[in-house]
């Protein structure tokens, strides 16, 4: 039977495996603290603005291929579980995102006709180009954001499968999940740049971000982690204070 607090270290003292479980639980849980106060401000305010829906699309990309790395080339079980953490949450952050916009939608709007033609007609080239490429991950239903997460999760476990005596693609499923993961904030400096304002950002989030991307650094270090996941702790503290830094330029433009 298998430890979720499995360490590299077999020879740890009993004080010493208590502060590792302790460590592995708050790296487990800690992913998805971050998010708390972003999904509070969204409730509260009523609006996405400031907030990159996006951030909900790399957390769910990275976290499936990191799943299936950990299949083809495991590590520690403490990550692994950690992922299906995120996922859980960004699913959570994208319904509440999807329940404000059916919320604010009029009926009257072009997307809600488009919406219920596909519900009544046949599927042709035009509905898909409408709601899945032109609006790609702006959908305005929830179903949409299973459905896209439940077909990449099956084409790429299928390939996956297929390719795993492939020590090439092992290594590229495995840097390109992480590489993909250390982009997360990208997507939110990006918007703050357009928007020159960080309103509707959380502070909090970013702060925490922050934070947790040091303290997963440090767990990786610990854990004698591939060499990917130490790249991209290092870039993604990186994208955190460029994000911080924004928040100090644009502190007359929102700062809360």
Do not use: H
């Not at 603005?49 to 520690?76: A, E, T």
């Not at 495995?174 to 400096?189: D, K, N, R, V, Y």
């Not at 990917?228 to 330029?249: N, P, R, S, T």
């Amino acid at each position: 039977m298998f430890n979720i607090f499995e360490s590299n270290k077999d020879n740890t003292t009993e004080d010493g495996r208590l502060l590792y479980n302790i460590f592995s639980l708050v790296y487990i849980f800690g992913g998805a603290v971050p998010y708390i106060p972003q999904y509070l401000k969204i409730r509260k305010t009523q609006s996405i603005k400031g907030f990159s829906s996006f951030v909900c699309f790399i957390l769910l990309i990275s976290n499936v291929l990191r799943i299936l790395f950990w299949f083809v080339q495991p590590f520690s079980t403490a990550l692994l579980f950690q992922s299906f953490i995120i996922i859980a949450t960004m699913l959570i952050l994208l319904r509440a995102i999807t329940q404000l916009s059916s919320i604010k939608r009029s009926p009257s709007m072009p997307c809600t006709i488009i919406i219920r033609k596909v519900d009544t007609e046949t599927w042709n080239i035009n509905q898909f180009q409408d709601i899945w490429l032109r609006n790609f991950w702006k959908w305005t239903r929830f179903s949409n954001y299973l459905l896209f997460l439940c077909l990449f999760t099956l084409i790429s476990g299928l390939c996956t499968y297929l390719l795993s005596s492939s020590q090439i693609y092992i290594q590229l499923l495995g840097f390109t999940a992480l590489f993909i993961e250390s982009m997360l904030g990208l997507p939110q400096f990006t918007k703050n740049f357009y928007n020159k304002s960080i309103v509707g950002m959380s502070i909090s989030m970013v702060l925490m971000w922050t934070s947790g991307d040091i303290f997963k650094t440090i767990y990786f270090i610990l854990e004698n982690a591939p060499l990917q996941f130490l790249m991209c702790g290092l870039l993604q503290i990186g994208l955190d204070l460029a994000i911080l830094l924004q928040c100090l330029f644009y502190r007359g433009e929102g700062f809360t």
